[in-house]
């Protein structure tokens, strides 16, 4: 990866990420529709992933963070089909989505967006990037040696058959990272998108550039897409439409509030410190608003406000 594809390295002061350490996790499977399953974490905001069974073939969204989610993964299409898994979707270069990826077997095909591929080349730096969100005793990292990219890319948009079920992926630019890929089934209306989308009410992270490019891809799947179901890479499921809203809503209020700061003549630190986290980001009412749900809001917000500023400054705005 060069330095121009490399996630923001400067966090605010006292800045806490979300704990994505799969010590304890659960996958839970959630079917949406035939064949159609989330497999949801039973502590947010671990990772989720999910199932899609045609006729012929299974086809997986997001590999875990390592072998032994995999493995997890595996042993749950399993035990919800017979078909064969036969294909793995990234929905982002990320390790926690991607390093599992080597504990497929051969014959599972491997597809993300081109960008997500070549996102894909410092496994040292990324695990060192991964490694600053894992708390606890155990490093689930240790054992990650090898990264395995796609097999396949796209640049836009590819179908996936798997037998009287057609999934569609798609890619409509930077958001959190630059090869974001969207999961798409038509059947249910569901939409995996990885660390692109969230629930309404949490808020995206800007690691890799601006709002300006992240709200376009927003308002291109909002115009493309008809999403009824979000299932995101972190915390609950919810409604596709409000998620898109909020998220739109919150990233046109941050970049107009940055912009205001600067234009004042605040510095970075006195902009991350004055701009409260906003009424739009709440912690859904499908999940326990625990403190450290409600503290972690807060965190990313004030990350965004940071990566926001930067990204103005930067382009001298």
């Known amino acids: 990866m060069n330095n121009q594809t490399r996630e923001l390295s400067e966090r605010p ?20 529709g035939p064949g159609v ?6 502590i947010p905001p671990k990772d989720n992933n999910g199932v899609i069974i045609g006729r012929d073939a299974a086809l997986v969204i997001d590999a875990g963070i390592n072998a032994t989610v995999s493995h997890q993964i595996q042993d749950i299409v399993g035990n919800l089909t017979d078909r064969p898994l036969r294909y793995l979707v990234n929905t982002t270069y990320h390790g926690d989505h991607t390093f599992g990826n080597a504990a497929f077997p051969a014959s599972v095909t491997i597809i993300s967006s081109r960008a997500n591929k070549d996102g894909m080349r410092d496994l040292d730096y990324e695990k060192q990037m ?34 009287a079920k057609t999934v569609e992926l798609w890619h409509f630019g930077p958001g959190n990272g630059p090869g974001d890929t969207i999961v798409f089934d038509r059947d249910t209306g569901t939409a995996w998108t990885g660390n692109f989308l969230m629930s309404a009410g949490l808020p995206p992270m800007l690691l890799e550039g601006g709002p300006v490019p992240y709200l376009e891809s927003l308002r291109a799947m909002q115009q493309t897409l008809p ?18 809203r909020n998220f739109i809503d919150y990233l046109q209020q941050l970049l107009d509030q940055v912009t205001a700061a600067r234009a004042t003549g605040w510095s970075a630190e006195e902009t991350v410190a004055r701009i409260a986290t906003p009424d739009l980001l709440r912690v859904p009412a499908t999940i326990h608003p625990t403190p450290e749900m409600q503290q972690l809001l807060g965190h990313l917000h004030r990350l965004n406000v940071l990566a926001t500023y930067r990204d103005l400054e930067q382009q001298g705005r």
Request: aromatic share 8%.
């Open 227 to 244: 999403v009824q179901v979000v299932v995101p890479g972190h915390g609950p499921a919810g409604d596709g439409a409000a998620a898109l």
């Open 130 to 163: 991964r490694f600053g969100n894992m708390r606890g005793d155990e490093n689930p990292l240790s054992a990650v040696t090898t990264w395995r990219t796609p097999d396949v890319v796209f640049d836009r948009y590819c179908a996936v058959d798997l037998g």
């Open 13 to 32: 002061q006292d800045y806490l990420g979300p704990n994505l350490n799969p010590t304890g996790l659960v996958l839970n499977p959630r079917e949406l």
């Open 37 to 42: 399953f989330a497999l949801l974490a039973n």
